[in-house]
């Protein structure tokens, strides 16, 4: 069965340096989708994306943060300058369709960790 | 804006038990839709169950069952006859008129055998 993959599974980096958390949706998908979970806290969404450009983003969602699908089958979040706060398992999900009824497909995560 | 709670951070239940999981919401919108997602440790979240707000009846699968008060603002995961591979993190997931999903906290559960 087709899934989302995210890679790396943890990243480790200084806080100011710039990170790319990698994303492959599962490949007949049109809508991605990155949300973070803080230790402890709910998972919040960051942006949606669709067609090469995105859709809907939340307050958290920054100029530090962006979105690309470089190539067809990766989808990335890149985040210019790391904060503390950035620390975070960040997921990504896709979608067939935003029909109400289509369910959104996530991967593992990628713990990140800013220090 | 929406909003989705779970009261309930960690819960365990006996092996072939029933348990039931609580969460609330709210919102100003009519239709929309709730999703159950669980996550086993080191694993990706997984849809366990769907409610469309517009139907009444509640849906069902298999060991998996909601119960929808729309009124209430409640929509409850219970899980009959837990099974060891039930143990995980719940999700209860809200999406109304835009793409994406307001999560709750979570809800732990650990099936002891």
């Known amino acids: 069965e087709p899934e989302v993959t995210q890679t790396p599974s943890h990243q480790v980096t200084q806080m100011g340096q710039e990170v790319i958390l990698r994303c492959v949706p599962i490949?007949?998908?049109?809508?991605f989708y990155w949300y973070r979970q803080i230790l402890g806290q709910k998972v919040e969404f960051l942006v949606s994306f669709y067609n090469n450009e995105i859709s809907e983003k939340s307050e958290i969602f920054d100029d530090q943060f962006s979105v690309e699908r470089p190539d067809g089958s990766n989808f990335t979040l890149k985040i210019r300058s790391t904060k503390l706060e950035d620390s975070a398992m960040y997921f990504c999900?896709?979608?067939?369709?935003?029909?109400?009824?289509?369910?959104?497909?996530f991967g593992p995560g990628t713990r990140l960790t800013v220090l | 804006a929406q909003t989705v709670t779970q009261s309930q951070p960690e819960m365990s239940v006996q092996e072939a038990e029933t348990v039931t999981l609580s969460c609330t919401y709210d919102t100003s919108e009519n239709n929309y839709y709730l999703f159950w997602y669980k996550q086993p440790p080191s694993r990706q979240m997984i849809l366990v169950i769907r409610q469309e707000a517009y139907k009444q009846q509640n849906a069902t699968e298999n060991r998996f069952s909601v119960n929808f008060q729309k009124a209430a603002k409640s929509f409850s995961l219970k899980i009959s006859d837990s099974q060891l591979g039930d143990t995980a993190m719940y999700f209860c997931a809200f999406r109304g008129g835009t793409y994406k999903y307001i999560f709750g906290t979570g809800t732990r559960l650990k099936v002891l055998a």
């Open positions: 490949s007949n998908h049109l809508y």
């Open positions: 999900a896709s979608s067939p369709g935003t029909s109400f009824n289509n369910e959104q497909f």
